[in-house]
């Protein structure tokens, strides 16, 4: 079993309360907009780090992460983007990505705006987030948590952190 959190949208905001919810995670995915490096860093530090560059990293951080990561965790295919879309809306290079991956989860971040939808047209479960960090719109800062074990994900969490 593999405990996994995913965030993203950090934005080189790496606030104390984020640290205690990955704490005993087995691996944290990061679905971009990291901010810097040394958020990377200190993820590290923690767990076993997954993540893509987003739209507002620079170059150091672009040499530290791809921009797709793809990957198998207890035997279910994840596919990590930062800019997707969502069921019904994903963009071209999302879309393309899907159709020859099928991944069976597939993260991405960008919208700041938490949604975790089974996609029955490419049977994958899409999991964005929301923003963990303090730039943007958003009121309250967001992260998934849960297991996987043997192809199965149990108990889902969203936690929410007001600004």
């Known amino acids: ?47 076993p780090v997954r993540a893509v560059f987003g739209n507002i990293d620079n170059h150091k951080v672009r040499i530290m992460v791809p921009e797709v990561q793809q990957f198998k965790v207890e035997g279910m295919k994840v596919v990590i983007i930062h800019i997707a879309g969502y069921p019904g809306k994903y963009n071209a290079k999302s879309l393309n990505l899907i159709r020859e991956l099928k991944p069976d989860i597939l993260v991405c971040g960008h919208s700041h705006i938490l949604k975790i939808i089974y996609d029955k047209q490419h049977q994958h479960l899409h999991i964005n987030p929301g923003a963990a960090g303090k730039s943007g719109f958003h009121q309250i800062s967001t992260l998934v948590r849960f297991n996987i074990e043997n192809k199965k994900i149990s108990n889902m969490e969203v936690v929410e952190m007001k600004r």
């Open 1 to 47: 079993m593999k405990k996994i959190c995913v965030l993203s949208d950090t934005h080189s905001f790496f606030d104390e309360r984020i640290k205690g919810h990955l704490t005993g995670c087995d691996e944290i995915w990061h679905a971009g907009d990291i901010g810097n490096e040394s958020l990377l860093d200190e993820m590290e530090k923690i767990a």
